[in-house]
C-alpha cells in the first residue's frame, strides 16, 4: 500500500526553525512530483508547495506566502521528502501533510499523509 | 491569490441530492481543466473524489460527480448518505505563478 508518513511536528517558538520529514514508501518515489499542504486549525487548505522528479529537474515551486521562509527538498536515496521551516510565526500553526502530486501529468494529489501538527507559540 | 470560493454549508436529507459549488475566476477554474475535489473527515486526511473536473478514481463511489460552467466548478453527490457529511475542498491550477488554490471548504450535513 502506498504510504506517506510525516514527522518532526513540535512545538516551537515565533522566530524558531523546524524540519519536518516525509517516509514514503511502496510507490515510485523518484518519479513522483511532492507536495506539502497545511491545515490551520478550524481552517481550510493551503497548498505550500512542491519539488518536482529529478527526472523533471528537481527544483521546487513554492506558494506566495512562504516562499523564502520554506524550503522543500527530497532524498531520493531515502525515499524521503522534507519542508524547512525557518522565521515561524504563530500563523503558521497548522497540521502539515505530505502528498503526491500534483504535477508530473497529473493536476491532483491522489495520496496524503496524515500529517504533522506545528504549534508555533511563545 | 485568493482562495476560491465554496458555500460554508451545504445540507440534505439522506437519499436526497445536493451540489456544492466553487467559484473563481479565469485565472484558475475558468483557465484550466486541472479541478479536483476532496473529502475530509474530521481529524482525518482529505481523500481525492474527483480530478480533472469530472473524472472519478477508482474505488470513488459513482454517487459523485463533478462538472464546469465557465469559472464555476461543482460537485454533486446524489443518494445522500450518512457517511456523506464532512468538509468538502475544490482545487485548481492557478497557473505558473500562484500554482495551485484550494477553496474556502464547503461542510456538508446529512440532516
Known amino acids: 500500500e502506498v504510504q506517506l508518513v510525516e514527522s518532526g511536528g513540535a512545538l516551537v517558538k515565533p522566530g524558531g526553525s523546524l524540519r519536518l520529514s516525509c517516509a514514503a514508501s511502496e510507490f515510485t518515489f523518484t518519479n513522483a512530483y511532492m507536495s506539502w499542504v497545511r491545515q490551520a486549525p478550524g481552517k481550510g487548505l493551503e497548498w505550500l508547495g512542491r519539488i518536482k522528479s529529478k527526472t523533471d529537474g528537481g527544483t521546487t515551486d513554492d506558494a506566495a506566502p512562504v516562499k523564502g521562509r520554506f524550503t522543500i527538498s527530497r532524498d531520493d536515496s531515502k525515499n524521503m521528502l522534507y519542508l524547512q521551516m525557518n522565521s515561524l510565526k504563530t500563523e503558521d500553526t497548522a497540521v502539515y501533510y505530505c502528498?503526491?502530486?500534483?504535477?508530473?501529468?497529473?493536476?491532483?494529489?491522489?495520496?496524503w499523509g496524515k500529517g504533522t501538527t506545528v504549534t508555533v507559540s511563545s | 491569490q485568493s482562495a476560491l470560493t465554496q458555500p460554508a454549508s451545504v445540507s440534505g436529507s439522506p437519499g436526497q441530492s445536493i451540489t456544492i459549488s466553487c467559484t473563481g475566476t479565469?485565472?484558475?477554474?475558468?483557465?484550466?481543466?486541472?479541478v479536483s475535489w476532496y473529502q475530509q473527515h474530521p481529524d482525518k486526511a482529505p481523500k481525492l473524489l474527483i480530478y480533472?473536473?469530472?473524472k472519478r478514481p477508482s474505488g470513488v463511489s459513482n454517487r459523485f460527480s463533478g462538472s464546469k460552467s465557465g469559472n464555476t466548478v461543482s460537485l454533486t453527490i446524489s443518494g445522500l448518505q450518512a457517511e456523506d457529511e464532512a468538509d468538502y475542498y475544490c482545487?485548481?491550477?492557478?497557473?505558473?505563478?500562484?500554482?495551485?488554490?484550494f477553496g474556502t471548504g464547503t461542510k456538508v450535513t446529512v440532516l
Open positions: 479565469s485565472s484558475d477554474v475558468g483557465g484550466y481543466n486541472y
Open positions: 482545487c485548481s491550477y492557478a497557473g505558473i505563478n500562484t500554482f495551485y488554490v
Open positions: 480533472d473536473v469530472s
Open positions: 502528498t503526491i502530486g500534483p504535477g508530473g501529468g497529473k493536476g491532483y494529489i491522489d495520496v
